[in-house]
């Protein structure tokens, strides 16, 4: 069976080129494939509309449709008119040529091979890839310049490789194309770049090939300078989203998986503190892990690892032990024994964080653990410059990710963890990762060093997420449990033995002991983190026996 395929003919004020386009369409490619033309003309006021039917009458043996919109769309409008077309008839491949014949429609079997073989989702017919044959082929020299500075500015900031962005000669695979937004793109001329994100963020695969350049007598109904503004803010927008600054719905064609999640090394961020502040020979227990990809960090630096998550199976795969819990339910995990608790980008996905850290805590001993929390920065300068224009708009990632349900400042997010008895040792804070969009190279990191500087200047406003470093401290039920456990390995008796001394049930206390002192001996007590097994007198299982210990002492000294 034949491909289907159809050549979309984007036309506008036209009359005078639009046939001698369609005479031009190779038959290679009417009769290697199931073909349909179709002509979109956007409102002309000359005889575009009629003339394109004209030809469908002189050629019968030719599947033509012609169409008219009874309102102008624009150039990114009409290109919405005609794709909408081929999704909704099923076609395999749309191509799109120009009715003013600034494309050479003889260049389509050419184009049209790299998505037959399935080497690619979208051809583009590049002027640039032989940028000498550009000029020679009548491009204005402005047009020339323009076009090499924003297709390299471009390229630096989406991280592409492209020789050229504003072609407009295009095939795409009409499956990749059904899967990206387009109808949230602009009817504008800058349409074009919208659509290249798109494939870019949805990682599609985009061939250029050569064409030739060709300028007659058409008009050119581009305001430069305007579009140059539209096609860069366009790319500047692309950037703050995929950096989680700014969504932008248009743009969010991303693949549904945990790449939210990827790691950000080879700069600073989130990670390479948290890694700085984490001895290699740590036992560390990683809450909220994700795929486990940080995880996997540490156990390749020589630290010990468990992981806790809702889904382990990622983090299984790299052989690390796991723990599969939902964190918003009660705490069914232990975290004795572990030098230092990391809950990295987690607190602000629970439904209750008092609740988990309050549960957490409950957990902790006098042997002390370091807790590392990060947070992203609600305060950051800008969302508060969104809000600051109306705007509070939730995406997949970033701050204001759909799936945060807390949002926390710095203040918020040290009351957090004061409120719960943890000793605040170290608050900071983190920048944009922008290297993730704009490369790790000189630009990437010559932006992630100009944010930690203005970080330097005012944490609460530049900073893009909060890093805290604390130490636990014992609950109150362990103090209490472990109080109550103390005193009742030394029983004092109120007779005294006939020779002055005192028995002990442990008889761990003798009477030399007090006789000495006057006193009962002082409990060692060791308040240095321990990296190993806990202490095992002072194990939770004092705040197990509570209830049994408050009853015993309560008979012993109730009314």
């Known amino acids: 069976m034949k491909p289907r395929l159809l050549v979309f003919v984007i036309a506008y004020f036209a009359e005078k080129t639009l046939t001698r386009v369609l005479d031009r369409i190779p038959h290679e490619v009417l009769d290697g494939y199931d073909t349909e033309v179709l002509i979109v003309d956007d409102a002309s006021e000359d005889r575009t509309f009629a003339l394109g039917r004209e030809y469908r009458q002189a050629h019968p043996e030719l599947a033509l449709n012609v169409l008219r919109n009874e309102y102008n769309q624009g150039y990114g409008g009409n ?11 099923g076609f395999d491949y749309v191509a799109m040529i120009h009715g003013d014949g600034q494309y050479a429609p003889e260049e389509l079997p050419r184009l049209l091979e790299p998505l037959v073989s399935g080497g690619a989702d979208a051809v583009f017919g590049s002027r640039m890839i032989r940028p000498m044959d550009a000029l020679k082929g009548g491009m204005p020299l402005y047009k020339f310049v323009g076009n090499r500075i924003l297709s390299r500015l471009q390229n630096a900031m989406l991280g592409a490789q492209l020789s050229e962005f504003h072609s ?8 990749q194309l059904a899967k990206l937004p387009i109808r949230l793109n602009s009817n504008d001329f800058h349409f074009d770049t919208e659509i290249i994100i ?8 985009i061939v250029e090939v050569p064409i030739p350049t060709h300028y007659g007598d058409e008009v050119c109904r581009v ?16 950037v703050l989203h995929r950096s989680g600054l700014l969504y932008q719905r248009r743009f969010d064609t991303e693949p549904q998986d945990n790449t939210v999640y990827d790691l950000k090394l080879g700069y600073t961020s989130s990670h390479t503190m948290v890694l700085d502040r984490v001895p290699r020979d740590s036992r560390v227990i990683d809450i909220g892990s994700g795929p486990g990809t940080f995880a996997n960090e540490l156990v390749r630096r020589g630290t010990s690892v468990t992981v806790v998550d809702r889904d382990t199976s990622a983090a299984a795969s790299f052989g690390i032990d796991v723990v599969q819990h939902d964190l918003d339910e009660p705490i069914r995990f232990a975290v004795a024994g572990y030098s230092h608790v990391l809950m990295l980008d987690i607190v602000e996905h629970l439904k209750d964080p008092e609740r988990f850290i309050e549960e957490l805590r409950k957990q902790f001993t006098y042997d ?8 992203p920065n609600v305060a950051f300068v800008v969302q508060r410059l969104m809000l600051l224009l109306g705007q509070f708009n939730y995406g997949k990632r970033g701050i204001l990710d759909r799936t945060h349900k807390r949002l926390f400042t710095f203040r918020s997010a040290e009351q957090l963890l004061e409120d719960a008895g943890f000793r605040i040792k170290e608050v900071v804070g983190v920048p944009a990762p922008f290297p993730k969009v704009l490369g790790n190279g000189v630009l990437g990191r010559a932006v992630v060093r100009l944010n930690l500087a203005l970080i330097s200047l005012s944490k609460g406003l530049f900073s893009y997420q909060i890093l805290i470093s604390a130490e636990t401290t014992p609950g109150v039920e362990f103090v209490l449990g472990d109080t109550l456990h103390a005193s009742s390995d030394v029983v004092v008796e109120s007779k005294r033995s006939g020779d002055g001394g005192v028995v002990s049930e442990a008889g761990a206390v003798r009477a030399d002991s007090r006789q000495s002192t006057g006193r009962l001996p002082r409990m060692n007590v060791s308040h240095k983190p321990s990296a190993s097994q806990p202490s095992p007198r002072r194990s939770n299982d004092r705040v197990d026996h509570v209830a049994a210990l408050v009853d015993g002492h309560g008979g012993k000294n109730g009314k």
């Open 168 to 175: 407009g000669y295009r095939i795409y695979s009409v499956k």
């Open 79 to 89: 290109q919405k008119v005609g794709y909408a077309y081929a999704i909704a008839r």
């Open 223 to 238: 305001n430069g300078m305007e579009y140059a503004g539209n096609v860069m803010l366009a790319t500047l927008r692309s």
């Open 198 to 205: 798109q494939l870019l963020h949805a990682g599609a695969k």
């Open 368 to 375: 002390t653990m370091t807790v590392i929390v990060t947070v």
